[in-house]
């Protein structure tokens, strides 16, 4: 199965894909994780995201466009992949769906996930990630339940950016929801929810 995953930052996203990939074995194409790689490694792409993803701006539509372009030619992606943060904007969706179209490969769905804001800026202002095997968890998590690892706080989950990324959400990404719509592939999922019930809904949505 080939899917999109929107939802405001915060709604989830990282940890239904995780959830989906642990059980269905989809490739996980988090272009969120691809940046943050690079910028870890200095890379000239790194040292060019870095300053709009430390002011929770998005990264222009060019650099992010090559980087999922080249991930889909992978070849894990052949039993279903997962884009978690792609498209952003419209500009990325319509690639996207060019790219497709040359690869010979349909979406199956786009599930976004539909979030309070104050709900958002409340669970990002307290996420916590795993710096050794990136689990996604809280403040209360001292070291992480999954491997032992040390937790860290992201540069861009301080309020003030929090804020501007949602910004940036609604004015470049929420109107994807409607060009899916549009396609007749959106799935609208409640996402203010435990998460395990959210996975659930999303795999009724889906047929899973
Ligand atoms: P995420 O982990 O998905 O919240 O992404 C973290 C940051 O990476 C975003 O705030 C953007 O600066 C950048 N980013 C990730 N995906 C994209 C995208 N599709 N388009 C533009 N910028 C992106």
Known sequence: MNLVLLGAPGAGKGTQAANLVSEFSFAHISTGDILRAAVKNETPLGLEAKKYMDAGDLVPDSVVIGLVSER???????????????????????????????????????????VNPDVVVARLSSRRCCKVCGYIGSAADETCPKCGGEMFQRDDDKEDVIRNRLAKYEESTAPLVEYYRGADLLKEIQGDKDPKEVYADIKAALGL
């Open 72 to 114: 889909l030619a992978d070849d894990d992606t052949k039993g279903g992949f997962i884009l978690d943060g792609f498209p952003r904007t419209i500009t990325q969706a319509v690639a996207l769906s060019e790219e497709l179209d040359k690869l010979g490969i349909a979406l199956d769905a786009a599930v976004a996930l539909v």
